[in-house]
């Protein structure tokens, strides 16, 4: 069955998305800010920025009308930095009078609340018009999506049916959909996991080899159930694609920003120069200001992501960042607190 969809964000994954709901037969309304990438995807098939070499099927079509892009449609796909979140709901609620199944595709915590982005969405946007609020995360880099390459991720709700819904409309050959009924984990683990890559990054850049990354992501796995559990996310969640999966994709791979951010910051660059040099939204560098927060207000030990937030914010040297995590005290390696059991 083909529907209309909405997708808000034409950078790499909104527009690798959209690929894939245009070859599952979707007619797709691609909202987007910037005149000339609007010009650009309907004219020439392109989106050279994000996704270069990409050619974009005539099925999308991309508009700067908010009012447009919402016109006849029952599903939105939101895929923003979290730091536009809210106001992108906002233009939202001004410009539909239908309930609508919102689908997002970021993935951060804000500062100051510390809220999920579902939970901003459902803040901004007046219940009248929410139907569902879904989650779509995984391990998934949209180069390779936009290449029809093999892909499995998650469908999050607390509905099932609507978990369902969007597993439906993404499912194909290339693209595989798994649901889960945890929406705070799969949030948590999407969120996160960018800060675990930053570490990752850092590692590379300071020449370090395979054993630090495979303990920093090991261990970083040990945060993100540790807080997630916290919040009272299913423990399993984190041993999914949203978990060990997406952390496995995002601190390996050169293809992941926040990656290549860690590694920039490994190698000297001061941090106002990252994202200057990458051209685009680092979410794990806002994400890290956020969980440290969250962290500390919840009594959640998270030692990877206070080093990364006093090398980002506090202005301490990677190398004693480095040192001083590993020459911490002995500890036993796992414990039923982190999984929230005792």
């Not at 691609?30 to 010009?39: A, G, K």
């Not at 041993?239 to 920003?257: E, K, N, W």
């Not at 910051?265 to 994202?275: L, N, P, Q, S, W």
Request: glycine letters at 10%; proline letters at 3%.
């Amino acid at each position: 069955m083909s529907n209309h969809i909405t997708v808000i964000g034409a950078g790499s994954w909104g527009t690798a998305l959209s690929i894939v709901l245009a070859d599952n037969g979707h007619e797709v309304m691609l909202y987007s800010h910037n005149h000339e990438q609007i010009n650009e995807i309907n004219n020439n098939r392109t989106n050279e920025k994000y996704l270069p070499g990409i050619e974009i099927p005539k099925s999308i079509q991309c508009t700067g009308d908010m009012g447009q892009a919402l016109e006849g449609t029952e599903i939105v796909l939101l895929v923003v930095p979290t730091k536009a979140i809210r106001e992108v709901c906002k233009q939202i609620s001004t410009n539909t009078n239908v309930p609508l199944t919102i689908i997002h595709a970021s993935k951060g915590i804000e500062p100051g609340s510390y809220k999920r982005i579902s939970e901003m969405i459902l803040e901004e946007i007046p219940e009248k018009l929410v139907k569902d609020v879904v989650v779509l995360s995984g391990p998934s880099h949209a180069e390779e999506v936009s290449l029809r390459q093999p892909t499995t991720i998650t469908s999050a709700s607390s509905n099932l049916q609507a978990a369902e819904l969007v597993q439906s409309l993404f499912m194909n050959a290339y693209f595989r959909v798994y649901t889960n009924p945890d929406i705070v984990g799969v949030e948590l683990g999407g969120a996160i996991k960018n800060i675990i890559a930053l570490g990752a990054g850092v590692c590379h850049g300071l020449g370090y080899g395979d054993n630090a990354k495979a303990a920093l992501i090991t261990r970083g796995l040990t945060e993100i159930t540790r807080l997630g559990c916290k919040m009272g996310a299913n423990p399993l969640t984190f041993a999914g694609l949203t978990g060990v999966g997406d952390l496995i994709v995002t601190c390996t791979s050169v293809h992941s920003r926040n990656w290549r951010a860690g590694d920039l910051i490994g190698k000297g660059y001061a941090i106002d120069e990252v994202e200057k040099e990458l051209g685009m939204v680092v979410e794990g560098i806002r994400t890290t200001e956020a969980a440290f927060h969250l962290a500390q207000s919840l009594g959640v030990e998270m030692p990877i992501t206070k080093a990364i937030y006093e090398v980002l914010f506090q202005g301490k040297e990677v190398n004693r960042a480095v040192h001083e995590l590993m020459d911490r005290g002995g500890k036993d390696e796992i414990s039923i607190k982190d999984l929230g059991l005792s």
